[in-house]
């Protein structure tokens, strides 16, 4: 008995000292539920601390009038609070800001707190109340202004759009100030929803045909309509196709929105915490953390619509994060199949024009020097790209090569000047067979007397065998006499093998839906030979001819699963792994199969079906 009341007390002891450590927090929104800015904030608060105790209050100041919001929320906190313990309050945006400021001392007297999403912060406006502090919310409307100008430089109208609440009018006064400030390189029209009703607005839409979009919000317009962060771009795109900037991460993925200097609601839930942590963890006081003024921010952009309205990537600031940008597979592809073509071009082009400077060299002694310095430039410039490079003289000598065709060889320590490939070929043994292609496709370019481009595999020593694009251009003396070949070549053997593949992948679509084609007209044909032999049963009274009819229904319906089977086999889906039975698996695959096999072939299964054994892999049964 004793032990229990020990035990009793012990627990009761526990309760009370986490009751006494626990903390409650209240959280002052500015704004509406699900909105999805102060929605990050909460959450990213919230998930910080969760051993905390949490009041969520939302003020509702974009969608009704913020005087009346203050009055009716001064009485409703002084009564739902009263009788509760708050730790430490946290406001989101400037309207829960100012409620906070201009009541604190009447409502939570001396306790913490921390605000986030403050814009236009001046230290004046904590009017002294030294229990304030948190994180300014930086808007970096000249930074994405300046932006804008660099990524159209032809621009001559940017249209500044914003709505009709008390946020709004701060951005509208900025932008009254950058209208000035930058009236010389380009126009700023301002779109102010607080002196335009729905309809006046969408025609001031229409009469916008160039330009770009600044948008900082449009939540509310001067008759009352109200919009939510997806309507607000569905309306502005309803009316014109224009690129759109703006400042804030909650409206970056809406149709057309290209990018800006984006702050992050994220980052300001977490440096709030870090306020949060220090205050109620540590026990820093209040008036000794000071208020971060300088919020972090991030130039990002929305890659489907830089492609859309034709703005290079190199042409973003940098360390600019790039959303949507397409797999590194496919940028190789097409970054490739362009190069390819444009380097080829460069490439005879520069090495053609080094090639006629020499010869003019050669031809006065007195520039023997000079002679000496083009030569190494030329080589630093052939050694420096990944492509062969190789010029022979007409009897199929080689003159000069560069790094990347010797190792290709294995000839690094030869000399290989004033050779051919067929003398080459016996410094390197194993690439013979290729030297010796090398001299007949060579011989090809002499007899056409034209630039021919070739494809040559050229096996290697580690048993690969790379694929080289060869191009071979010759060039004549005046009286006709062979005077040079330049070769070129670029290994393209991971372009083409990744262009098997998706051939190999187009090919099994196609063999899948045809598959699947067959599949459905044979099920049509055989449901017609179903019912006809049904009805021949129901007809005749003959007990031969039933039985025989029987049996025919029967194989029609071995054969309608069997191509169930294949339509199974052959249906595209998404590739979705989970946990099958391979023995299942392997039975559903012996079915199909069966009906292929000849009738004197059997199977003989070497597994025990009454065990299954468990993988992870895509399969519908």
């Not at 900025?174 to 400030?181: D, V």
């Amino acid at each position: 008995m004793v032990k229990r009341i020990f035990v009793l007390i012990v627990f009761l002891f526990l309760i009370n000292i986490s009751i006494i450590f626990s903390k409650n927090i209240l959280i002052l929104n500015s704004y509406h539920r699900y909105l999805s800015w102060t929605d990050n904030i909460c959450n990213t608060i919230v998930t910080k601390f969760p051993k905390y105790t949490f009041f969520v209050e939302y003020m509702d100041t974009k969608r009704f009038k913020r005087d009346i919001m203050f009055k009716i929320f001064l009485y409703y906190l002084k009564n739902k609070y009263k009788s509760t313990k708050i730790d430490l309050i946290v406001v989101t945006d400037n309207n829960a800001f100012d409620f906070i400021i201009k009541y604190h001392k009447e409502l939570f007297p001396k306790i913490p707190v921390v605000f986030c999403g403050v814009n236009n912060f001046r230290e004046s406006m904590l009017k002294g109340d030294e229990y304030v502090t948190g994180v300014v919310e930086n808007v970096y409307l000249k930074d994405t202004v300046d932006l804008i100008l660099k990524l159209h430089p032809k621009i001559k109208n940017i249209y500044a759009i914003m709505g009709a609440t008390f946020t709004s009018q701060i951005y509208y006064k900025n932008f009254l100030s950058l209208k000035k400030q930058y009236e010389k390189r380009v126009n700023i029209n301002i779109i102010n929803g607080k002196f335009y009703t729905k309809k006046e607005f969408s025609e001031k839409l229409k009469s916008i045909n160039n330009g770009v979009i600044f948008l900082t919000n449009l939540f509310q317009l001067k008759d009352g309509t109200i919009f939510s962060v997806k309507s607000c771009f569905d309306f502005i795109n309803k009316y014109c196709n224009l690129p759109i900037y703006t400042c804030w991460n909650v409206m970056f993925n809406f149709k057309n929105v290209v990018g800006g200097k984006i702050t992050s609601s994220y980052k300001q839930g977490e440096y709030a915490s870090k306020f949060i942590y220090q205050i109620l963890e540590i026990g820093v006081p209040v008036y000794v953390l000071p208020v971060l003024t300088k919020s972090p921010a991030e130039y990002m952009f929305n890659f489907k619509y830089l492609k859309k309205f034709n703005i290079p990537i190199e042409n973003l600031p940098e360390n600019s994060k790039i959303i949507g940008a397409p797999s590194k597979e496919k940028i190789i592809i097409s970054q490739q199949q362009q190069y390819i073509k444009a380097l080829s071009i460069f490439s005879t082009l520069l090495i053609f024009l080094i090639f006629l400077l020499i010869l003019a060299f050669i031809k006065n002694k007195k520039t023997e020097n000079r002679l000496n310095e083009v030569l190494e430039e030329y080589m630093t410039i052939v050694n420096s790209s990944a492509d062969m490079v190789c010029v022979k003289d007409g009897k199929g000598r080689w003159i000069i090569t560069n790094d990347a065709n010797l190792k290709l060889f294995s000839l690094e320590n030869i000399d290989y000047k004033g050779k051919t490939d067929r003398e080459l070929a016996e410094y390197s043994h194993f690439f013979k067979e290729a030297f010796l292609k090398c001299e007949k496709s060579d011989e090809i370019a002499w007899n056409k007397k034209e630039i021919i481009r070739v494809e040559e595999k050229i096996p290697q020593p580690n048993g690969k065998t790379r694929i080289f694009d060869i191009i071979k251009i010759p060039v004549f003396s005046k009286n006709g006499e062979r005077k040079r070949l330049i070769v070129i070549g670029r290994d393209i053997t991971e372009i083409k093998e990744m262009h098997e593949q998706m051939i190999h992948f187009q090919k099994m679509d196609l063999l899948g839906n045809l598959a699947a084609g067959i599949a459905h007209d044979f099920n049509n044909i055989l449901a017609s030979l179903s019912m006809n032999a049904e009805l021949i049963a129901l007809s005749s009274q003959d007990k031969k001819v039933k039985k025989y009819v029987n049996n025919i229904i029967k194989s029609i319906d071995n054969a309608k699963n069997l191509i169930n089977r294949i339509k199974i086999t052959a249906r595209k889906e998404e590739r979705i792994l989970s946990i099958n039975n391979i023995i299942e698996i392997v039975n559903h695959s012996l079915e199909i199969l069966k009906p292929s096999l000849p009738s004197n072939t059997s199977i003989k299964k070497l597994y025990n079906e009454n065990e299954p054994t468990y993988i992870s892999c895509n399969w519908c049964n």
